[in-house]
């Protein structure tokens, strides 16, 4: 995930092609008895421990086990998951629920398989001398943030909170010198580096009853219809190598990531490892019955109902256009 910005539920021209577009060309079927079968895995920012249930998979050869040969392709600053995962580029890829919801209600060939997270880690970063309890205590703050977020939809519209905004930027400079200041902020991520500055700061999690989006993993349609044993065995491989990154040795992970990113220290990854287990992130809370991977249509259908009171849809969608679960395990144990 793409630390200090915001995820965008704009979707690009490119949408607009992909739905006035005839027929895809077809995706070969992966039908082989001998070879790996090549998967291509697009994800939204470059190797970091947010991915690291992935990279555990892959270090520790539970795609193989399942016959699979993963490439996973690192994201970036402008990376269009759902884009290259529609025009066949990539073959699965993750990012926010609500940007899928979006994007299939404006024509995107894409359906989530499962779910990565079971609630997006967006937060707000805030000084302890200025605590932030819940949203309601944004009223008459000053929020740095992402001009385009539904949850500031919600803020606004679902709550009638108002706030102050100003552009969010790529760095922490001015939140540093303001301690009256919040900063959108990824719960796994930038509170570590203002402590490490020498601030003392907490994070509110930005998920609540109201607005829970999930994170996702989602596959083209086109490519799920042909190959929907390795979207199976993707999906397995994958949960198994999270629940095993989050509640075991994340070592072989972070190696396989520390190799693409020097720059990520291990106290940082480590950080990062436990922010995804306090905030039960990834294997979720088992006293709302919640494990790795689990979507339910409840909560999507109550995440839908929410982006088209907020005008967010271009046209209605239903559970099932956007989701299959097919995929998805029936407990804790994928």
């Known amino acids: 995930m793409k630390p200090s910005i915001p995820r965008l539920l704009l979707v690009l021209p490119v949408v607009i092609f992909l739905a006035g577009c005839g027929k895809?060309?077809?995706?070969?079927?992966?039908?082989?008895?001998?070879?790996?079968?090549?998967?291509?895995?697009?994800?939204?920012?470059?190797?970091?421990?947010?991915?690291?249930?992935?990279?555990?998979?892959?270090?520790?050869?539970?795609?193989?086990?399942?016959?699979?040969?993963?490439?996973?392709l690192p994201g970036g600053p402008n990376a269009q998951m759902k884009q290259l995962v529609a025009l066949?580029?990539?073959?699965?890829?993750?990012?926010?629920?609500?940007?899928?919801?979006?994007?299939?209600?404006?024509?995107?060939?894409?359906?989530?398989?499962?779910?990565?997270?079971?609630?997006?880690?967006?937060?707000?970063?805030?000084?302890?001398?200025?605590?932030?309890?819940?949203?309601?205590?944004?009223?008459?703050?000053?929020?740095?943030?992402?001009?385009?977020?539904?949850?500031?939809?919600?803020?606004?519209?679902?709550?009638?909170?108002?706030?102050?905004?100003m552009p969010l930027v790529g760095d922490l400079a001015r939140f540093m010198n303001d301690p009256t200041l919040l900063q959108q902020c990824f719960v796994t991520n930038e509170p570590f580096f203002a402590r490490q500055r020498g601030a003392e700061v907490g994070a509110l999690l930005i998920a609540n009853d109201t607005y829970e989006p999930y994170r996702v993993i989602f596959a083209g349609r086109l490519f799920l219809a042909e190959n929907p044993v390795a979207v199976e065995k993707f999906v397995r491989a994958s949960l198994r190598g999270w629940v095993d990154y989050l509640s075991g040795d994340p070592t072989p992970g972070n190696q396989a990531i520390a190799k693409l990113r020097n720059d990520l220290s291990p106290e940082f990854m480590a950080y990062s490892i436990k922010a995804m287990n306090d905030y039960k992130l990834v294997l979720g809370d088992p006293a709302k019955g919640e494990f790795a991977g689990l979507l339910t249509a409840a909560r999507l259908q109550k995440q839908i109902t929410l982006l088209q009171e907020l005008g967010l849809l271009d046209k209605p969608v239903t559970v099932e256009d956007v989701a299959t679960f097919e995929f998805i395990p029936h407990s804790a144990n994928p």
Request: glycine content about 10%; aromatic content about 8%.
């Open 24 to 72: 895809q060309e077809p995706v070969a079927p992966l039908h082989t008895e001998n070879e790996l079968v090549k998967i291509r895995f697009q994800t939204d920012w470059f190797p970091q421990p947010e991915h690291g249930g992935y990279y555990q998979a892959l270090a520790k050869g539970y795609y193989a086990e399942e016959g699979l040969d993963v490439e996973i």
């Open 88 to 165: 066949g580029e990539a073959d699965l890829g993750m990012t926010n629920g609500d940007d899928v919801i979006v994007a299939i209600a404006r024509g995107l060939p894409i359906q989530m398989v499962a779910a990565e997270m079971q609630r997006d880690p967006q937060g707000i970063l805030f000084h302890n001398s200025h605590p932030l309890r819940n949203l309601e205590g944004l009223q008459g703050r000053t929020l740095m943030a992402g001009s385009v977020s539904t949850w500031l939809d919600v803020v606004r519209k679902k709550l009638g909170v108002e706030f102050n905004q």
